[in-house]
């Protein structure tokens, strides 16, 4: 089965910036379009893909996020990163890799707290 492992979150003031990473133990990580995802806290709130990068580098954001959040990730490390600035308090959430369309299982994530 294929490990995820989220890192990079913390608590951080609005208008600020942190970088997640994500490393994924697949054979198969070059030919996979890889995503992050968020849920944020409360009742009743799904997961959302916010961004996801193919095989060839292609992205795609959530409107939520363009312009905001950069998507990347480098093959020889089978990882991926999301580099987030401006970062809103509407931001806060535990963030998930996972490929695009996602496994059926996830890793751990990592919490994004925006807060002043």
């Known amino acids: 089965q294929v490990q995820l492992v989220e890192s990079g979150g913390g608590l951080v003031q609005p208008r600020g910036s942190l970088r997640l990473s994500c490393a994924a133990s697949s054979l198969r990580f070059n030919a996979y379009t890889w995503g992050w995802y968020r849920q944020a806290p409360g009742p009743g709130k799904a997961r959302e893909l916010v961004a996801s990068i193919s095989f060839r580098g292609n992205t795609n954001y959530a409107d939520s996020v363009k312009g905001r959040f950069t998507i990347s990730r480098d093959n020889a490390k089978n990882t991926v990163y999301l580099q987030m600035n401006n970062l809103k308090p509407d931001d806060t959430a535990v963030y998930y890799c996972?490929?695009?369309?996602?496994?059926?299982?996830w890793g751990q994530g990592t919490l994004v707290t925006v807060s002043s």
């Open positions: 996972n490929r695009d369309p996602s496994f059926d299982f």
